[in-house]
């Protein structure tokens, strides 16, 4: 009966196991297949959500991600179990895990190695999946081309940067018919964060609209940072052509929870204020909510076909079921009229393939074509109106031209890229966007004939990618779409136009067409120093120079500045020479700033062959990445580059600017006042206040204004409707467009102005009807057109700042000094430093920022009073002063009653001085090694030491170096590099390395350590120096008056010729004296004063020693070979080296005595060159009274001889 019970128990149980069974193995389809070769930054993780099963039923619940190293299983990058749906089933970045093991604290992959990617499924039950596995490898790292600059181009074409400082540029657009004033609009640049910049024909930026998402994109890269405001297309106004419409595709919330990851894809129109440079308006045109997308995989080109019709490129979301569904919009290259609607039927253009009112109007209707995966890039081609598309596949990319309703077989799997494509890269490349350079735009952008019609597509390759990549990173040229070969493919392929060559991150994106040439962005800033999301890409252009212009201009002396770092003011030199075949005369330099900087430039002159030499005005402190492009006639190019440092900008300290605004248009009625930071508005149909309403309201705007520039300013007032400006003159406006009018129109007007002075200014405005806004701007030669910023707007006019006070000068080098001090006022622009050598006579060394306490004056000389002082200033004025003098910075150091510690240590060109401590921690003096002076150390009473550290170089100055040591017992230390060193020392002096170091009869000690394996050259001509180890020398020379004390150490002799034996063993019987050790040449302290006295300094040949033990053997841990001689401290007897005197050591001695050998090994213990029994009687007393062996047996043999 309980047999039975217990097997219905089981039974049971094993029913339940079987309602929980774990989820079938993911089907992972990126990376496509086993074998892949992949980027090291961003690989496509992803798993097949339509093949998620589960025996039981089971819903998914988390999705594990591992990466691991082929070759030892060792797990590098994991996610552990990620359960945010939707798309942490199926997709997954680097950011979404943390790499470990061998890559922690690592952002990338290894280049050249081989991977496994291994996933595994849970579901709500907590069953988890059995691991699948995907194979692939990582590409190799490649090298630029030394000395080809930044960008390879095909031979007749530049490539020069026109725009930099932008955060990752997405798309250019080219306004098709610019107007011809140089501050119409010429082109625009989408950023991916929500951004459109404006650039005019005179080549100056501003910001077109900002703040365009809804939602903050700002994530990761790779990852959910890869999404945001993509496609841009631009048209004039065909009714109002001051009027600009940009159409523009982007991700938004739409009021769906903050913080979600995915987000639904639209399109908007946006309209210009009058002008085209900023945003007047905007509406969304298509909505496809409740379709979410999330990064990269998301809603990207927008192009204004040749049928007047906006075409959308849709990416499939990461979700390949979508792109054949006709109801759904993701997966598709959608087709729509202007105004947001589908092509209907009876349009002229003809109807959209699939479009049909009887339903209703939903995403059928807007498909133009379909089964696309993430389709970026497209163009239309001028020639036949036909829309082209580039697209990213998994392991191979495609290039096609589209065909009304046809579908182009997304479904997951790359083999429908191959057949659905007149071109394909394999591998993929990363194509984003393409253009055609066509004489029926902008004449062909000078490009030459045979360019014409001509398609380019940018390939960006792996993402954030450092260096150049072997088949992307480029722009590629297709120079015939027509012609198929058997396979219906293109049969003329691509041919690179443009490669990166650098070693960053910089890639090609975004690709347009100009009136004078192809414009590129890179996307990412180059040195990576902001992160792949970080602010600082460029903008360039390819433009066509020909062949014929001879060679291209060299850099004859490159770029550099004048002060750099920048101390004082705002500004430096800077200049640059080139050299062309055709004249230097003939050349142009154009000054530009790269990265991302932290304030803008101005150049007194530039673009002329007068910029050779330029001064450079800086508006905020920082690091400046500063190039210059050497131009030759012919317009071929050569780039130089300095960076400048900057500290010296004082801080602007405005607040604003005092604004009154009255209800009605002639300053009556409702009045409100505030402090404004700008004059920056676009109120739009609203105004600036609830209390004032929307229309016929006027308003006042006063205070000062302080320029950074002594220079002609031109001031521009935006405005709907009209406005005045004074600056200074409050009697007479400098412009006066008191009229109603459009903020399209911009009004001007000029006034020479002196930087750092205080201008009273006021603006007068009213807005009648309709739309309302008011700008103020101003722009120099220095000063490119901004928006007149607050810090340099003050609502009362500034007063003079306090002065600074308590000024402390401290950490006094030999060249250096501290200053700090106590900052008492609350309104300062920054501080003047000034620097005498009198007292009276003061020269400005230095300005720094506001609200900064403290600098550090370099430069100095030694031995030189200084007196320092130090002012605030504004605008207002300055402070007084606040003074302080320093005394004679040091070159003689005393110590003290007590032992003093003195060390000398080189730093690269720096020697540094520690006073008290043996170099630990900061020194505590720095002089430059090239200019430092005669540097003496004083140790008056005590046991002092002065320690000459050479390991990093020479520390004796050119000029010197002397030691007194004063009563007490002294020492002087010398110690040596790893590389070989030549030190003489004579009875007073010390000489290595061409500088010598003297010392008085006060130092009792000298020492000498070498540093290291390779021989050192001593050379003793006077006086004892001691060693503190073992020395390995290539050459020793002792004087007859001289010593070396080896004390209890020993000594190697790499003679390379012949044997130095007998020289070495004559130098130690003379010191030796007979067992007193009272002469000169090699003596040993420890020797002496043994008791009894059983040990001496013994020498062999080194093969003598390597016939005892095997030939690798060391001696006192120091490799040797068979042409040195060995110098052992040890017991008289020891004839084997090994420590101790054995029965061994008797059986070498018996052996020589009884044969007539001689030397140590054969038991001739002192040296005189026969073994007799002067030598047993050493040995005996040895072998009797030894304690513990000075070097441990190397030969196992170790018994004593028992007598």
């Not at 500290?647 to 009154?660: A, D, E, K, R, Y």
């Not at 040895?1182 to 001889?1201: K, Y």
């Amino acid at each position: 009966l309980h047999a039975r019970r217990r097997a219905i128990v089981f039974s049971e149980l094993l029913e339940t196991r079987q309602l929980f069974t774990a989820p079938a193995n993911p089907v992972i389809i990126e990376p496509f297949a086993d074998g892949q070769v992949t980027g090291t930054f961003d690989i496509n993780l992803q798993t097949d959500p339509n093949q998620y099963s589960d025996p039981d039923g089971d819903s998914w619940q988390a999705t594990e991600w591992r990466i691991r190293q082929t070759s030892n299983g060792q797990v590098v990058w994991q996610t552990g179990f990620l359960s945010a749906p939707p798309l942490t089933l199926y997709r997954t970045d680097f950011s979404d895990g943390a790499f470990v093991g061998a890559l922690a604290g690592k952002t990338e992959l290894a280049f050249s190695t081989n991977y496994q990617l291994v996933v595994r499924y849970r579901d709500d039950n907590s069953e988890i999946s059995a691991e699948s596995v995907r194979n692939f490898s990582t590409t190799t790292a490649t090298t630029p081309v030394p000395g080809a600059g930044l960008w390879l181009t095909r031979p007749g074409y530049v490539v020069e940067p026109v725009q930099s400082g932008l955060r990752l540029p997405v798309n250019i657009a080219f306004v098709p018919n610019p107007g011809p004033n140089p501050n119409d609009p010429l082109y625009y640049v989408a950023e991916l964060y929500g951004s459109i910049q404006v650039v005019r024909n005179n080549g100056t930026r501003s910001t077109f609209a900002t703040g365009l998402l809804d939602y903050n994109p700002q994530g990761p890269i790779s990852g959910v940072g890869e999404q945001g405001l993509t496609g841009l297309a631009v048209e004039r106004d065909s009714v109002n052509p001051n009027l600009y419409n940009l159409y523009v595709a982007m991700l938004w919330d739409n009021g769906s929870p903050a913080g979600a990851p995915n987000h639904y894809p639209k399109v908007e129109r946006l309209t210009s204020a009058a002008g085209g440079l900023t945003l007047g308006s905007r509406s969304v045109l298509l909505n496809m909510q409740p379709e979410i997308q999330g990064q990269s995989h998301q809603i990207s080109n927008v192009t204004i076909g040749s049928d007047n019709k906006l075409y959308v490129h849709m990416g499939d979301g990461f979700n390949a079921a979508t792109a054949l569904n006709l109801d759904l919009y993701r997966g598709k290259i959608l087709r729509m009229n202007k105004n947001g609607t589908p092509v209907a039927t009876g349009d002229p253009a003809g109807a959209n393939p699939f479009y049909s009112a009887a339903n209703g109007i939903n995403a059928r209707d807007y498909v133009y074509t379909y089964g696309h995966r993430n389709p970026f890039g497209g163009a239309t081609r001028p020639s036949d109106g036909k829309h082209w598309m580039v697209e990213n596949g998994n392991s191979l990319d495609r290039m096609s031209d589209l065909v009304s309703g046809q579908s182009y077989g997304w479904a997951g799997n790359d083999s429908t890229h191959v057949q659905f494509s007149k071109y394909i890269w394999d591998p993929a490349t990363a194509p984003v966007n393409m253009d055609f350079v066509d004489s029926s735009k902008f004449g062909g952008s000078m490009f030459p004939a045979e360019a014409q019609g001509h398609a380019y597509v940018s390939l960006s390759g792996s993402t954030y990618a450092a260096g150049p990549l072997a088949n992307s990173k480029a722009i590629v040229e297709f120079s015939d779409l027509d012609t198929l070969n058997g396979s219906g493919k293109l049969a003329v392929a691509p041919s690179f136009l443009v490669r990166y060559n650098g070693t960053g991150r910089a890639t090609v994106a975004g690709l347009a067409a100009g009136p004078d040439g192809l414009y590129f962005s890179d996307l990412y800033e180059d040195t990576g120093s902001g992160g792949a999301t970080g602010p600082g890409s460029t903008i360039y252009r390819v433009r066509y120079v020909g062949n014929s212009a001879g060679l291209v201009p060299t850099v004859a002396t490159p770029a550099s500045a004048n002060q750099n770092p920048v101390i004082v003011n705002d500004s430096t030199s800077v200049s640059v020479l080139g050299a062309d075949d055709g004249g230097e005369a003939a050349l142009t330099y154009t000054w530009l700033v790269t990265g991302n900087p932290p304030g803008t430039v101005g150049f007194s002159t530039n673009g002329t062959n007068a910029a050779k030499n330029t001064v450079a005005t800086f508006s905020a402190n920082g690091t400046y990445n500063l190039f210059v492009l050497i131009r030759d006639i012919g317009g071929q190019l050569g780039i130089s580059n300095v960076v400048v440092n900057v500290s010296s900008v004082l801080t602007p300290t405005g607040n604003g600017t005092t604004g009154q605004y009255w209800s009605n248009i002639n300053f009556t009625g409702t009045t409100i006042t505030r402090t404004d930071p700008a004059i920056d508005f676009t109120w739009g149909s609203g105004g600036p206040d609830p209390a004032i309403g929307s229309d016929t309201f006027s308003a006042r705007w006063t205070g000062f204004l302080v320029p950074q520039f002594t220079q002609t300013y031109t001031f521009h007032l935006t405005t709907d409707d009209g406005s005045r400006l004074w600056v200074n003159n409050l009697t007479t406006p400098i412009i006066d467009a008191y009229f109603d009018h459009g903020s399209t129109e911009t009004y001007s007007g000029t006034i020479n102005l002196t930087a750092g002075t205080v201008y009273p200014f006021k603006v007068d405005y009213y807005e009648n009807a309709g739309g309302a806004s008011a700008k103020l701007l101003w722009s120099s030669a220095s000063q490119p057109m901004q928006i007149v910023p607050q810090g340099r707007l003050y609502t009362v006019a500034p007063t003079s700042p306090s002065a600074p006070t308590n000024l402390q000068l401290s950490g006094a080098t030999h060249n250096q000094i501290n200053l700090n001090w106590t900052d008492t006022a609350n309104n300062e622009s920054g501080f003047r430093i000034e620097r005498g050598t009198d007292g009276t006579n003061f020269t400005l060394v230095a300005t720094v920022a506001a609200n900064v306490n403290s600098f550090v004056n370099t430069g100095l000389n030694p031995g030189t009073t200084y007196f320092y002082r130090v002012r605030s200033t504004n605008p207002a004025g300055t402070s007084n002063f606040a003074g302080a003098n320093i005394p004679t910075i040091p070159t003689a150091f005393n110590g003290t009653a007590a032992p003093d510690i003195f060390f000398v240590r080189r730093n690269g060109t720096n020697i540094n001085v520690w006073i008290g401590s043996n170099g630990a921690g900061s020194p505590t003096y720095v002089f430059d090694a090239a200019t430092a002076p005669l540097l003496t150390f004083n140790g008056n009473d005590g046991a002092d030491t002065l320690t000459l550290d050479h390991t990093l170089g020479s520390v004796i100055p050119t000029a010197g170096l002397h030691f007194n040591g004063g009563n007490g017992a002294d020492t002087l230390a010398f110690v040596g590099s790893s590389a070989a060193d030549s030190v003489t020392f004579t009875a007073t002096s010390l000489t290595t390395a061409g500088a010598t170091a003297t010392h008085t009869a006060d130092v009792e000690s000298r020492t000498f350590d070498g540093g290291g394996s390779v021989g050192d050259a001593l050379t003793i001509n006077g006086g004892v120096v001691s060693t503190v180890s073992t020395q390995v020398l290539t050459s020793l020379s002792i004087a007859p008056n001289a010593t070396l004390d080896l004390n209890n150490n020993n000594l190697i002799i790499d003679y390379q010729k012949s044997s130095q034996l007998g020289a070495i063993q004559n130098l130690i019987n003379t010191a030796r004296a007979g067992g007193a050790w009272t002469g000169t040449g090699i003596t040993s302290t420890a020797a002496k004063n043994a008791t009894p006295k059983n040990t001496t300094l013994a020498a062999m040949e080194a093969s003598d020693f390597q016939s005892l033990y095997p030939p690798d053997t060391p001696f006192s841990g120091q490799p040797i070979d068979a042409t040195m001689v060995l110098v052992k401290y040890t017991y008289y007897g020891d004839t084997d080296f090994n420590g101790g005197v054995d029965f061994d050591d008797y059986s070498r001695v018996d052996l020589g005595f009884n044969n007539n050998r001689t030397g140590w090994m054969n038991g001739d213990a002192d040296g005189n060159g026969v073994v007799d029994f002067d030598d047993y009687s050493l040995i005996d007393q040895a072998f009797n009274t030894q304690g513990a062996t000075l070097r441990p047996s190397q030969n196992g043999r170790g018994a004593l001889r028992v007598r």
